[in-house]
């Protein structure tokens, strides 16, 4: 019996391979909460890059494909410039923070665009809607929520194993 309970302990081990790579296995509990502030930080900027953009594309009366193209490249400068403003605070090069930033957001911010975007394609009229319609402003709301669900798991499998946003976390520690 002994035998099976370290077995089952063994499987639980959320970076199995961890400790082959010279570090010991994280805390499940900080991978999580690491994980949760990582998705939020990336919320925030892909957040503050959809607005501008669907207002930005909208006030300039430009066409859906336009707006959208224009909303995803900011949700990705806000997204890393989030990360990177830190880092450089912290006395890193340009080249330094953009490879962290770069590291640390892609797939997260990746994620949470194609779901994000996709929802608001999905909803009927959302992409029709003016600025002052409540269908645009809940529409992107919901999406961006949902989004965020979608990168957490990204998000902590990265972390898990010291990539994705625990490289920034290493360097600035929020």
């Known amino acids: 019996m002994a035998g099976h309970d370290h077995h089952h302990h063994h499987g639980a081990d959320p970076a199995p391979h961890a400790e082959h790579q010279g ?10 909460r ?12 892909c957040g503050i890059g959809e607005v501008l953009g669907m207002v930005i594309g909208t006030g300039l009366g430009w066409g859906n494909l336009q707006t959208m193209g224009l909303a995803i ?5 806000f997204g890393y410039a989030l990360t990177m403003v830190p880092l ?3 006395g890193m090069t340009m080249g ?14 990746t994620v949470m665009e194609i779901v994000d975007n996709l929802i608001i394609l999905a909803v009927p ?10 269908l645009f402003w809940g529409t992107l709301a919901v ?32």
């Open 23 to 32: 570090r010991p296995a994280p805390d499940p509990a900080q991978v999580n």
């Open 34 to 45: 690491l994980a949760v502030a990582a998705t939020l930080h990336c919320l925030t900027g």
């Open 73 to 77: 490249v900011l949700a990705f400068i």
């Open 88 to 90: 450089l605070r912290s």
């Open 96 to 109: 330094q923070a953009l490879r962290i930033g770069l590291a640390a957001d892609t797939a997260s911010i």
């Open 125 to 134: 009229g959302a992409m029709d809607a003016h600025l002052d319609s409540p």
């Open 143 to 174: 999406a961006l929520i949902i989004a965020a669900f979608a990168a957490y798991p990204v998000n902590r499998w990265l972390i898990a194993r010291g990539r994705g946003h625990a490289l920034a976390h290493q360097h600035h520690g929020h």
